[in-house]
Nanobody, 124 residues
Framework: QVQLVESGGGLVQAGGSLRLSCAAS????????MGWFRQAPGKERAFVAG????????LYADSVKGRFFISRDNTKKAMYLQMNSLKPEDTALYYC?????????????????WGQGTQVTVSS
């Protein structure tokens, strides 16, 4: 069983930065494909970024490419999302997600473990 806990959300002004963290429990962290999703009020949950088990492959939504950076530390069982140049439209509840998927790809990952989310609010 994998449990995910997000942290690092908060209120920031436009143009600022935040770093989200996702701590995972369970013995299989190094075999997890992981990702970040977000859900804004009145909108569906959307993919933000993904990373494979080794950290060697990453994928980003077009809306965050060049501003957000996903990484992981398998020794700490943690994943991160560095968010720079934040915009008001980045305001959302951010979720950490994972799937046991020991491959190089980060496309089409069937995420089946989810955290509770951490709120990010960007003021203009």
């Amino acid at each position: 069983q994998v449990q995910l806990v997000e942290s690092g959300g908060g209120l920031v002004q436009a143009g600022g930065s935040l770093r989200l963290s996702c701590a995972a429990s369970g013995p299989t962290f190094s075999s997890l494909a992981m990702g970040w999703f977000r859900q804004a009020p009145g909108k569906e949950r959307a993919f933000v970024a993904g990373i494979n088990w080794s950290g060697g492959s990453t994928l980003y939504a077009d809306s965050v490419k060049g501003r957000f950076f996903i990484s992981r530390d398998n020794t700490k069982k943690a994943m991160y999302l560095q968010m720079n140049s934040l915009k008001p439209e980045d305001t959302a509840l951010y979720y950490c997600a994972a799937a046991i998927m020991y491959t190089e790809t980060v496309r089409g990952v069937p995420y089946n473990y989810w955290g509770q989310g951490t709120q990010v609010t960007v003021s203009s």
